[in-house]
């Protein structure tokens, strides 16, 4: 009699079938799988063409999500997201057309080429599952989750998300390029055809249930939850830096170092998990002094020195 697989397993067989895709990005698919099971959202920034969609696509496949693709521009209106109400009639009344927001998987495509007015039609979303439409609250999918992605090297014509926009992701990550072996394994693996047309999914949706639970059961001693305090709080203090990060990051390290001790195989956080997700959950909420910023100091730089500064438990 066969036995069923620990959590561990489950969350290592969605890493596997995401690899099939993605050559060469395993740092990168263990926290963007870890930001889904946590719960959080995730911002790409990478140049094109480095596979950020096919990430998308590959995740919504292995866990036998719906998937949506957004592609933001300059016109693009709130109810083209969230859906509008048409009036039929025939039988004299308004009809709700659920727009693309209401899937599990949302790759919101170029997010900074909307205009504020746009962006935060997502807010709401991202922050309480919900969205609110003509007076009237829709609860999202359990597992709706925004992958959202912006070009580094452009800004003509792109509206720079805001403070409290950034502070929605869970984590900013970037793909970047792969080596030279595992670009030419890409180029090999799609001679022929696409390898996401041949990917299934290898997870039911209750088992994707029971592995967000499943999160919140990794253990986290007090001295780590300490330390991720300890991290956050640091930020507010470090030079050049006019908004630190605030307990929203706090509870955000922890979570996500609780899921990537699962995706990763262990039962509970160690210093590591949290070093290892520091840059990509705080980073992204600082605000960098101008001048700072113009000599070249970024807020990468800020969270690497609170990591030298601030000791780790033992």
Request: proline residues 6%; charged residues 20%; neutral net charge.
């Amino acid at each position: 009699m066969s036995q069923n697989p620990t959590p561990q397993a489950t969350a290592a067989s969605i890493r596997a079938n995401i690899e099939r895709v993605m050559s060469g990005q395993t740092h990168t698919v263990d926290k963007v799988l870890a930001a889904f099971l946590a719960g959080g959202h995730v911002l790409l920034e990478d140049n094109p063409g480095t596979g950020k969609t096919t990430l998308a696509k590959a995740l919504a496949k292995s866990v036998g999500g719906e998937f949506r693709r957004v592609q933001f521009t300059p016109d693009l209106l709130p109810s083209d997201i969230l859906g509008v109400s048409v009036f039929n009639p025939r039988d004299q009344d308004f009809k709700f057309h659920a727009g693309p927001i209401f899937t599990q998987v949302l790759l919101a495509d170029e997010i900074n080429r909307a205009s504020p007015r746009t962006q935060s039609a997502l807010l709401e979303a991202m922050a309480e599952g919900q969205v609110s439409i003509e007076g009237k609250t829709h609860a999202l999918d359990y597992l709706f989750f925004v992958i959202a992605t912006q070009n580094p090297v452009e800004f003509r014509g792109t509206y720079p998300l805001p403070e409290a926009q950034m502070d929605r992701f869970a984590v900013r990550l970037s793909l970047g390029y792969v080596s030279a072996e595992a670009e030419v394994a890409i180029v090999n693996a799609q001679a022929q055809a696409h390898p996401l047309d041949g990917l299934q999914a290898c997870v039911t949706t209750q088992q994707i249930r029971e592995l967000k639970q499943q999160v919140k059961a990794i253990r986290v001693s007090d001295e780590l939850k300490r330390y991720a305090v300890d991290l956050a709080r640091a930020t507010r203090g470090a030079p050049s830096v006019q908004l630190g990060a605030g307990p929203r990051a706090s509870l955000a390290l922890v979570h996500m170092a609780q899921a990537l001790a699962l995706v990763q195989g262990g039962e509970f956080v160690t210093p590591d998990h949290i070093r290892d997700m520091a840059v990509s959950v705080l980073a992204h909420r600082l605000s960098i002094d101008p001048a700072a910023k113009f000599s070249g100091r970024t807020a990468q730089d800020v969270v690497a020195d609170v990591l030298k500064s601030v000791p780790a438990p033992v």
